[in-house]
C-alpha cells in the first residue's frame, strides 16, 4: 500500500514516519507505447465513431477505442471494466473528464476485439453497457451536476432526466452526421450553462400529500 515504506517498522511507527504521500506519479501507469513515445506523436486521426489512432515519430502506433460511462457507477461496473482493460489492453485504461472510457492498445489487430466484446456487453434491459462513439462530428458524453446525490432540491440534471437526453442523442454518439463535435451538459443551475440545454428549478418538487397541505394543486 501506498504508506508502506522501505524501512517500516511496526514497533517503531513514527521513526523516519513521512506524510502526505499522495498517489503516486501518473506516469508510472502509461502503456508502454505511450511512455516511449511521450511528446513525440507526429499526427493522430479518427478512423472510425469511437476509435482514434495516434502515429508517433518512431512509427508506433497507439489505437484508443473510446465508450460512453456514467457519472456515478457502481463498484461491479467498475469492476467489469477493469477486467475489460486486463483482457485487451494490458491492464490500462482512461477516464475522460466527460466520464467516458478509453481503452487504448498498440495493435491494430485488438482493435476489432476489442469493440466486439464491447458492444457484446448489455444490461439485462438491453441497453449498451459501453457504447462505442463519441468523437469527431457526433455527440459526445454528456456531462451533469448531480441532482438528487450531492444536493436534494432540483431533478432535471438527476440521472434520469439525463438518461432520457442521451436516449434521444444515442445514434449520434455511434455517428458523424453532426456539422462539429456536439457537447451536451445537463446542469441544475444557471451558471454552469454552457452551450447545451440549461434548467433551472424555481421550487422543490412536490409529492400529491406535501402539496395538499400547503394548499397546492399539481
Known sequence: MAFIFSGYSPDKRMTDRITDIGPQKYDLFYPTVIAKNKGKWLYHEITKPGVMVHVAESGDECYTVGVGGARLMSVTHIREICQIADKHCGGHLRFTTRNNIEFMVAD???????????????????????????????VTNIIHTQGWIHFHTPAPDASGPVK???????????????????????????????????????????????????????
Open 108 to 138: 491494430k489487430a485488438k482493435v476489432e476485439p476489442l469493440i466486439k466484446d464491447l458492444e457484446s456487453r448489455k444490461f439485462d434491459g438491453g441497453s449498451f453497457k459501453f457504447p462505442v462513439g463519441g468523437t469527431g462530428a457526433g
Open 164 to 218: 432520457a437526453t442521451m436516449d434521444v442523442l444515442f445514434d449520434d454518439i455511434k455517428d458523424h452526421r453532426q456539422p462539429a463535435q456536439l457537447s451536451v451538459s445537463g446542469p441544475g443551475a444557471e451558471h454552469v450553462r454552457r452551450g447545451a440545454k440549461g434548467e433551472c428549478s424555481t421550487r422543490r418538487p412536490l409529492c400529491k400529500t406535501t402539496a395538499s397541505a400547503l394548499g397546492h394543486s399539481i
